[in-house]
């Protein structure tokens, strides 16, 4: 091993890329979850939920200009019932591990920010034109939920799964199964049917993986602010009289 081999003359990796390698899974789960503690908290007295209601996805109010609803109504869930949000956290500890292994924690983060994006777009679209009932709100993370489980389910078809943690069945049939029940929600329609985000997070996850999109490429690298690389000293050969 030469000198400049070694560990220590090597450079270090630096910028946003370096700093959120392996850890973006964990902040999704993180905020997640401290959103919902933040909502749990906020209640009234009354049992509503406040920070729900000034977040939740409204058709209504975005047309009178509250655009931040697009991106945080996919972070907020029923703070009345614990399944949904604990349903999300499983399938980011499991599979978006998996995925950050894959493609990296930046190509992961900038993977589910486009997956929000997508779905709440397609939701929008869906409200205002009537295929999904206008008048009720809509929140939860079902969209970019579904499309980390569709992504991973093409990069991974085969990979063996636990249907609830007793049945082993391979994943591509689970992420089929998931579009078929939210294709049958969207034909028994009903007043709160709302197939339109996980069935455009399956989208989304399978046009990513089929034209192996990555996001991140379009991002600064940060190389601005690392630090200068080392500078080999001149070797100088002294000959022996």
């Known amino acids: 091993m030469g000198l400049y081999d070694r560990e220590y003359y090597r450079e270090e990796p630096s910028g946003y890329r370096n700093w959120v390698s392996g850890k973006v899974t964990i902040w999704l789960i993180a905020s ?64 978006g591990r998996g995925i950050e292994d894959d493609l990296g924690g930046p190509e992961l983060l900038c993977f589910y920010i486009g997956a929000v994006l997508f779905t709440q777009t397609i939701e929008f679209v869906a409200r205002f034109t009537g295929i999904e009932n206008p008048r009720w709100p809509s929140f939860g993370s079902s969209g970019p939920i579904t499309a980390l489980l569709v992504l991973y389910a093409c990069r991974h078809p085969h990979s063996v799964v ?49 034209f192996q999109l990555r996001l991140s490429a379009y991002l600064p690298t940060g190389k601005s602010r690392a630090r200068p690389a080392r500078r080999r000293p001149t070797l100088r050969v002294v000959p022996q009289h």
């Open 162 to 210: 636990r249907l609830f943690f007793v049945l082993p069945v391979p994943m591509w049939t689970v992420a089929v199964g998931i579009v078929v029940l939210n294709m049958l929600g969207m034909l028994g329609g009903g007043a709160r049917s709302e197939p339109a985000l996980p069935l455009a997070g399956a989208a989304f996850g399978f046009l990513y993986n089929h």
């Open 32 to 95: 997640m979850l401290a959103l919902f503690i933040m909502q749990v908290l906020s209640k009234s007295p009354g049992g509503d939920d406040r920070l729900l209601e000034a977040g939740e996805f409204r058709i209504s109010r975005v047309l009178e200009g509250e655009f931040w609803r697009f991106f945080t109504a996919p972070f907020l869930h029923d703070s009345s019932n614990l399944l949904p949000i604990a349903f999300s956290m499983l399938i980011l500890y499991f599979f």
